[in-house]
């Protein structure tokens, strides 16, 4: 189970990283590399909060509502990454069925 879970995360901070560096409002950065650094340490550091808080959350609704909700947690935090991801996915996909020219 924590397979899945460690590819979903990797998946939605590889494609939010390259999402926004592509992201029009970020060509005003290209060249910057200073500045490209920060908006990734940014990135990263949200996933490192994340990190952080995770295992306290866990913690606390452990103590609420027993260890069956943690896995509820768990279903409705990967459920919410992969809508969050689908409409990525849906454009990457269209964009490769497409025939190149």
């Known amino acids: 189970m924590s397979i899945f879970c460690i590819k979903l995360l990797v998946l ?4 939010h990283k390259h999402t926004h560096s592509a ?3 970020l060509t005003l950065l290209q060249g910057n590399s200073k500045a490209l650094a920060t908006v990734s340490a940014i ?3 949200m996933g490192s909060i994340g990190a ?3 295992p306290m959350l866990t913690g606390y609704i452990t103590s609420r509502g027993g260890f069956d909700m943690v896995f509820v947690m ?3 935090s990967a459920g ?3 809508l969050m991801l ?3 996915a849906a454009r990457e996909f269209f964009s ?3 025939p190149r020219r």
């Not at 939605?12 to 494609?15: E, R, Y």
Request: contains cysteine; hydrophobic residues 40%.
């Open 96 to 98: 490769m069925s497409r």
């Open 80 to 82: 919410t990454a992969g």
């Open 74 to 76: 768990l279903y409705l």
């Open 43 to 45: 990135i990263d550091g």
């Open 12 to 15: 939605c901070t590889l494609s």
């Open 52 to 54: 952080a808080l995770g």
């Open 86 to 88: 689908s409409k990525i």
């Open 23 to 25: 992201h029009p409002a």
